[in-house]
């Protein structure tokens, strides 16, 4: 079992990760003071299907639970789901005091956190991720947000959870494609801090097996990589958190070009992070071998997207602040500068731009 606190003055809150750590809900709810409150547990079918009546058992002193389902994918990160999930709240809102609880990956994470923070200006929430990528990313450092038709994350808050269970067990239900999801974001920190990178590496043909003992350390390493991170820039205003966007511009383009269907987050990722070290290659900051070190663990790990549709350039490129038909002011991008380091570009040549996610692509 491994604690990590983040530590945010009033705001601040454990990390619990590791094998059975759930059955401590109870207690730990108490010391939290939220005995008294009547959870809300907001999840999917597919997760209520898996965990539902689990979970109920480990409410053990309140009598009272209950659920909101909303629609699997990032199709719950809407705003008409965020509406539908207010209305219910409302209804089992009758003068009780309530906490919502999210049961699930990434979407439910964001989603529930976001509801957290504007319903009634701030109602407690929990975070208990149940995928790989929210287990050593999402679930930390109180990002909330849904998506708008124009992009993603677009309406969101910075409110912080109460508290951050990553029961392990919960990951022996996870589909292959969704660990490696979850794997894109583990590269992202390992590329941020090198000494995760060289275990990831030295691990490469056993590492996603979700029942090695080396789980949780990778978890834990995330997660105090994401916590430290956080503490010194909570709100990402200090070109601190930045760092944790590698991979997520030229990322987030592509699951926009993909209308958030057929790939996961994390195969968008992956093509961000190769495309974006060989951005960084091309304007003589990343080596050649540390970008070649890179690319061959996204590819050995299989995190890139699976899809073999021919997606266009100009497709990807529309999405990007760079693109000329956009006016987001002057654009900036982190990179990784080396195993163990990011940098902040500006001002980049949109030809270097595209020609390197044209390399990216060759990888898929
Ligand atoms: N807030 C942040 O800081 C932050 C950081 C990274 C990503 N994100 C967001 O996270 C989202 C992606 O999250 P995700 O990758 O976890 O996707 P997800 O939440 O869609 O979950 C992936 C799939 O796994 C299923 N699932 C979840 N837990 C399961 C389990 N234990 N067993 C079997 N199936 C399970 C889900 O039903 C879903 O189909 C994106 O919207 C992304 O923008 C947010
Ligand atoms: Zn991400």
Avoid at 19 to 26: A, D, F, G, R
Avoid at 156 to 173: C, D, H, M, R, W
Avoid at 304 to 321: F, M, N, Q
Wanted: overall charge positive; hydrophobic content about 45%.
């Amino acid at each position: 079992m491994a604690k990590i606190n983040v530590n945010l003055g009033l705001c601040s809150y454990d990390i619990i990760i590791g094998e059975n750590v759930i059955s401590s809900l109870s207690n730990r709810l108490e010391k939290l003071h939220l005995s008294k409150y009547q959870p809300v547990v907001v999840t999917n079918e597919v997760i209520y299907k898996l965990y539902g009546n689990f979970l109920k058992k480990q409410f053990k002193s309140h009598s009272q639970l209950s659920f909101i389902k909303v629609p699997d994918s990032e199709k719950a990160k809407s705003w008409q789901v965020l509406f539908n999930v207010l209305k219910t709240i409302v209804s089992f809102d009758k003068g009780k005091n309530i906490f919502l609880v999210a049961l699930g990956g990434g979407v439910v994470g964001d989603l529930t956190g976001f509801v957290a923070a504007i319903y009634k200006r701030g109602i407690p929430y929990i975070q208990l991720p149940t995928t790989l990528l929210a287990q050593v990313d999402s679930g930390i450092g109180g990002k909330v947000a849904v998506d708008l038709s124009w992009g993603k994350n677009l309406i969101g808050a910075f409110y912080q959870p109460k508290i951050v269970i990553s029961e392990i067990g919960f990951l022996n239900t996870l589909p292959t494609r969704e660990i490696r999801n979850g794997f894109s974001e583990i590269i992202k920190c390992g590329i941020i801090d090198g000494e995760l990178f060289s275990l990831l590496e030295a691990n490469r043909s056993s590492i996603l097996d979700v029942s090695s003992p080396k789980m949780l350390k990778i978890i834990k390493k995330c997660a105090q990589l994401k916590a430290a991170i956080v503490e010194k820039d909570e709100f990402d205003s200090k070109d601190i958190r930045i760092a944790l966007n590698l991979g997520h511009t030229i990322g987030h383009a592509m699951e926009s070009a993909f209308k958030y269907a057929m790939i996961t987050h994390g195969e968008g990722i992956a093509l961000g992070l190769i495309a974006e070290s060989i951005i960084s290659n091309k304007i003589g900051i990343l080596s050649r071998k540390n970008l070649d070190r890179i690319i061959s663990l996204i590819v050995d790990l299989k995190c890139l997207p699976i899809v073999r549709k021919t997606i266009k350039i100009a497709d990807i490129v529309s999405y990007l602040p760079y693109d000329k038909k956009n006016k987001f002011g002057q654009s900036r991008l982190v990179v990784p500068s080396k195993i163990g380091g990011v940098k902040i570009v500006t001002g980049l040549d949109e030809k270097i731009i595209e020609s390197s996610i044209k390399d990216a692509l060759e990888y898929l």
